[in-house]
């Protein structure tokens, strides 16, 4: 029985050594190559041509936690028709990168908003890492109306049973509701007039102080406060105010 008790001491605390060790192990055997670690991402995208690059662009691209520029990327291929399944592959990703997005960068490789995360633990865990992001709709348009539409927008406008000025701003019913649709409360200009952002009523209500000095019911300043995603609708009506 004393044997038996040794014995067991000796396993357990070879295991428990072992465990400990293994820490230390795992850095040293896993150390980043000197060509750095490399991030494929396969995924079904659709979407990804009404981006108007180079302005702005989905891009698979490393970051960290000290600034909003991408620190590496790979523009992302577009798939043979909409929906197909493309893969990208990062390579040479260093130490400093701690998290890799698809996402959105503009010309300056400015962070704008992100599609999917690799996040540190995963980054870690392999040199050669391997992401399904399954199927995802990137159009310019669709991301309008689910990051700021749907997020905030629909809430006064159309969500419920009534939609403030008249105005749908709900997935079915925006882009007939808006491009090319006459403002109701700035005289002249379009809610959303293709081509021309300064001319577009939403434009303006979103990015000017217009809802407070035309004396609106409801002020807009606040609605959408982040530079990029206003830069994004910008973007948008620039290039066509397409649906797709
Ligand atoms: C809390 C409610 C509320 C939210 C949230 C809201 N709005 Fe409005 N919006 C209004 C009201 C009320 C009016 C009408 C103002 C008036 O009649 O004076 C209006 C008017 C507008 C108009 C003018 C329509 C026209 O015909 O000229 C636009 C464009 C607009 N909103 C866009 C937006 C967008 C884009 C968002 C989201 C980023 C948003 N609104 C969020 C309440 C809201």
Known sequence: MRKLIALSTIIVGFTVLQGCDEGRLYVDEMPIPPEGRTVTLTAHLSGLASWPDPSMYVVLAGFNDDSDYALI????????????????????????????????????????????????????????????????????????????????????????????????????????????QPSKKLQGMSIVEPGDAAKSALYEAISTDVSITDGWHYNHTAEVVDEGILAMIRQWITHGAKED
Request: with cysteine; charged share 20%; aromatic share 4%.
């Open 73 to 180: 990327n790979k523009s992302v291929p577009l798939p043979a028709a909409e929906g197909d399944e493309v893969s990208v592959v990062l390579s040479g990703i260093k130490e400093n990168v701690t998290r890799v997005e698809l996402c959105v960068i503009n010309r300056l490789r400015k962070h704008i908003l992100s599609f999917y995360t690799i996040d540190e633990s995963q980054l870690t865990a392999s040199n050669e890492i391997e992401v399904n992001a399954g199927t995802l709709n990137v159009g310019m348009y669709n991301t309008i109306q689910e990051r700021v539409f749907n997020s905030t927008c629909v809430n006064c406008h159309g969500a419920s049973t009534s939609a403030a000025a008249g105005l749908y701003l709900t997935a079915d019913k925006s882009h007939a509701a808006i491009v090319g």
